[in-house]
């Protein structure tokens, strides 16, 4: 079955104990990206990645780290967790590079989430 | 900057019935527009995608349209049904290389 996996589901943290938050997808897709949805503010994008070893940031990257070392996996890395992080955060994922192939079907497949409480 | 705006905010309707939700966009210039279901709990599951040059996609009683000259698209969702009921998100992908979401229209169906 096509999928993107986040784990953990939930999380609760204290301030400064830094976290990862995993992503893996199993479509082979080349792009992938981390959103935060906070309430009256949507879904913000993180960070993004277009390929293996190709990140970079998006909307709201302070505080957030990325790595994109294998295809499948893009671990986002929270160093030192602030009460503001608290959020609800997906990972996603799509088949090409936007901007190469905007003509085609590009459909963005998301994970399950992860709410993430930092106190 | 794309800005992205959903209206209604809220929906509710009781079963069978018809209905619409509109999704407005500022910059025409979108490679393609995207439908999502947010459920409690969830992750986001994509209904629908109109590539730019698609006026309309149709999934069963999902239909969307796209007006890419008056920035805005709508989702029609035909006989209506409890299980309908979550987050409607509209999406807009452009030259910025990501989605630019709506704040989504929270859809109740009442049996």
């Known amino acids: 079955e096509a999928q993107v996996t986040q784990n953990p589901r939930y999380l609760i943290t204290v301030t400064g104990k830094k976290l990862t938050v995993t992503c893996s997808q199993n479509?082979?897709?080349?792009?992938m990206s981390w959103y935060r949805q906070d309430p009256g503010l949507g879904l913000r994008q993180i960070y993004y990645?277009?390929?293996?070893?190709?990140?970079d940031k998006g909307d709201v990257p302070e505080g957030y780290k990325v790595s994109r070392k294998e295809k499948r996996n893009f671990p986002l890395i929270l160093e030192s967790p602030s009460p503001n992080q608290t959020s609800l955060y997906f990972c996603?994922?799509?088949?090409?590079?936007?901007?190469?192939?905007?003509?085609?079907?590009?459909?963005?497949?998301f994970g399950q989430g992860t709410r993430l409480t930092v106190v | 900057k794309q800005e992205v705006t959903q209206i209604p905010a809220a929906l509710s309707v009781p079963e069978g019935e018809n209905l619409v939700l509109n999704c407005s966009f500022t910059d025409s210039a979108i490679y393609n527009l995207q439908w999502f279901r947010q459920d409690p709990g969830k992750g986001l599951t994509s209904l629908l995608l109109?590539?730019?040059?698609?006026r309309e996609q149709t999934s069963g009683r999902l239909n969307a349209s796209l007006d890419k000259s008056s920035g805005r698209s709508t989702l029609y969702i035909a006989a209506s049904q409890p299980g309908d009921s979550a987050t409607y998100l509209c999406?807009?992908?452009?030259?910025?290389?990501?989605?630019?979401f709506g704040t989504g229209t929270l859809l109740a169906v009442q049996p």
């Open positions: 479509m082979n897709h080349e792009y």
């Open positions: 996603a994922s799509s088949p090409k590079g936007y901007y190469r192939d905007y003509h085609r079907n590009t459909e963005a497949f």
């Open positions: 109109i590539q730019s040059s698609q």
């Open positions: 999406a807009c992908l452009g030259a910025t290389n990501k989605l630019i």
């Open positions: 990645s277009m390929n293996v070893e190709v990140t």
